[in-house]
């Protein structure tokens, strides 16, 4: 199993941009999210899903999108990126029941937004 | 919705010496209390977690003790080692959503 997998691993972009960071993961896990670290402040979560065709906000959605139209997959969209979303993103995964919520993370994404 | 306070924001040891971090949390549902390493460029990777039936746990070097009554919880590190060094969070969860702390830098000096 490659587990939760992450492209780019940096990416830098101009005031404006748009741009897609993927997600995927092999362990068949049902629940999915994103969150991002900036220093001095721990992980925060952006959006989450509970399954294919479910997703649902975090406590930072503003300038975010998701979908989740496979199980596999959970891309994460900045439709007009600011230097404010400049931050390092991580994807994680988990099953959904049975006391099974151990969430694995990927590797990140470094954003640098100029 | 959660809060998490982690403390100290870093903490150095001599190798051989223990390691403690210390965390609250306000949600009295939150019931998951995981505890992650993080490396430099790394995800972070869970070490250790507790459930809220439980007191303590051990995995060899390391336990958690929570303390559900006074909502915090904690890291206990024996015997550090140079790889030890790294950066710690600790988390609350009561649906999957977890509530991370700020982290703890860990420095253990040789």
């Known amino acids: 199993n490659a587990g939760v997998t992450q492209t780019p691993k940096f990416q830098v972009l101009k005031t404006g941009q748009s741009m897609t960071l993927q997600c995927a993961q092999d362990?068949?896990?049902?629940?999915m999210s994103w969150y991002r670290q900036d220093p001095g402040m721990g992980l925060r979560l952006i959006h989450y899903?509970?399954?294919?065709?479910?997703?649902d906000q975090g406590e930072v959605p503003n300038g975010y999108n998701v979908s989740r139209s496979t199980t596999e997959d959970f891309p994460l969209r900045l439709l007009s990126a600011a230097p404010s979303q400049t931050s390092v993103y991580f994807c994680?995964?988990?099953?959904?029941?049975?006391?099974?919520?151990?969430?694995?993370f990927g590797p990140g994404t470094r954003l640098l937004v100029l | 919705g959660e809060n998490v306070e982690q403390h100290p924001s870093t903490l150095s040891v001599q190798e051989g010496d223990s390691a403690v971090i210390k965390c609250t949390y306000s949600?009295?549902?939150?019931?998951?209390f995981p505890w992650y390493k993080q490396e430099l460029g790394k995800g972070p990777q869970l070490i250790i977690d507790?459930?809220?039936?439980?007191g303590e746990k051990k995995d060899q070097r390391i336990a958690v003790t929570l303390n559900k009554t006074a909502k915090h919880f904690s890291l206990h590190i024996t015997e550090t080692q140079p790889e030890d060094s790294a950066v710690y969070f600790c988390?609350?969860?009561?649906?999957?959503?977890?509530?991370f702390g700020a982290g703890t830098t860990v420095t253990v000096r040789a």
């Open positions: 994680a995964s988990s099953y959904s029941s049975g006391g099974k919520e151990t969430q694995y």
């Open positions: 362990m068949n896990h049902e629940y």
């Open positions: 899903s509970v399954g294919a065709g479910i997703t």
């Open positions: 949600d009295s549902a939150s019931n998951y």
């Open positions: 507790i459930r809220s039936n439980v």
């Open positions: 988390a609350a969860s009561s649906d999957y959503k977890l509530s």
